[in-house]
């Protein structure tokens, strides 16, 4: 699964990553070490003609949805069944979205069951985008609420040893066409969800701090094999 990830660049740096039209209205967007599900997240869509930036709440809500609290469960969502699930096999189609992230955390297991939580990244460390579906919800009250979900996908051969799922990490080539709404073939969208290539990645152990969302800050990403 993914279920924390850190988006420490500037909005002006995921404006121009984007490319994103300067005149358009952007949220205001901090430097985060410790994304977790439930929180409003950064996402970037494509409506039609050109790309926008905004906020979704992580964890989806079909719009047909009785209650948003499906949500907490519907963080992820696996590649290889998305058109088999009646909550995402529309959304592939029409709803996609990329979460721009600089890296993500998993727990790994070590031999006596504790766990050490790790921080994986791309080796330039650079911004990479992972493939996601959005939909909108509204409540008996009128409510509208616009959610979504991070795909997974098997572990590389660096993961494999951490986890056995991974955020499908789009190739910057594929972006385009994850985003845009009027890309016919579902079947060229489904092998855009592969596991990211492991050698173009790293990963390294930090501290149990990122196990509680309220810790928020650098601390969360220090190398503690360092200490």
């Given at each position: 699964?993914?279920?924390?990830?850190?988006?420490?660049?500037?909005?002006?740096?995921?404006?121009?990553?984007?490319?994103?039209?300067?005149?358009?209205?952007?949220?205001?967007?901090?430097?985060?070490?410790?994304?977790?599900?439930?929180?409003?997240?950064?996402?970037?869509?494509?409506?039609?003609?050109?790309?926008?930036?905004?906020?979704?709440?992580?964890?989806?809500?079909?719009?047909?949805?009785?209650?948003?609290?499906?949500?907490y469960m519907m963080i992820n969502a696996r590649a290889e069944t998305l058109?088999?699930?009646?909550?995402?096999?529309?959304?592939?189609?029409?709803?996609?979205?990329?979460?721009p992230a600089d890296s993500f955390y998993e727990w790994k297991r070590a031999?006596?069951?504790?766990?050490?939580?790790?921080?994986?990244?791309?080796?330039?460390?650079?911004?990479?985008?992972?493939?996601?579906?959005?939909?909108?919800?509204?409540?008996?009250?009128?409510?509208?609420?616009?959610?979504?979900?991070?795909?997974?996908?098997?572990?590389?051969?660096?993961?494999?040893?951490?986890?056995?799922?991974?955020?499908?990490?789009?190739?910057?080539?594929?972006?385009?066409?994850?985003?845009?709404?009027?890309?016919?073939?579902?079947?060229?969208?489904?092998?855009?969800?592969?596991?990211?290539?492991?050698?173009?990645?790293?990963?390294?152990?930090?501290?149990?701090?990122?196990?509680?969302?309220?810790?928020?800050?650098?601390?969360?990403?220090?190398?503690?094999?360092?200490?």
């Open positions: 699964m993914c279920g924390r990830y850190t988006i420490i660049v500037s909005i002006d740096e995921l404006i121009m990553r984007y490319f994103i039209e300067e005149e358009m209205s952007v949220p205001f967007h901090r430097p985060r070490y410790n994304v977790a599900p439930g929180q409003m997240v950064m996402a970037v869509i494509n409506d039609g003609s050109r790309n926008r930036i905004g906020e979704l709440k992580w964890g989806l809500v079909p719009s047909w949805a009785k209650d948003e609290k499906i949500g058109t088999e699930k009646p909550a995402f096999r529309k959304l592939i189609a029409r709803k996609r979205a990329i979460i031999a006596d069951g504790s766990k050490q939580p790790m921080r994986i990244m791309l080796k330039n460390e650079t911004t990479f985008s992972m493939a996601a579906l959005y939909d909108t919800w509204q409540s008996p009250d009128g409510r509208k609420i616009s959610t979504c979900t991070i795909i997974t996908t098997s572990p590389n051969e660096l993961m494999q040893n951490i986890h056995d799922r991974m955020p499908v990490i789009l190739k910057p080539e594929d972006e385009a066409a994850w985003l845009n709404r009027n890309e016919p073939e579902i079947g060229d969208l489904l092998e855009m969800l592969k596991a990211y290539p492991a050698e173009e990645m790293k990963a390294y152990p930090v501290s149990p701090l990122v196990g509680n969302v309220k810790n928020d800050n650098e601390a969360c990403i220090a190398d503690v094999s360092l200490e």
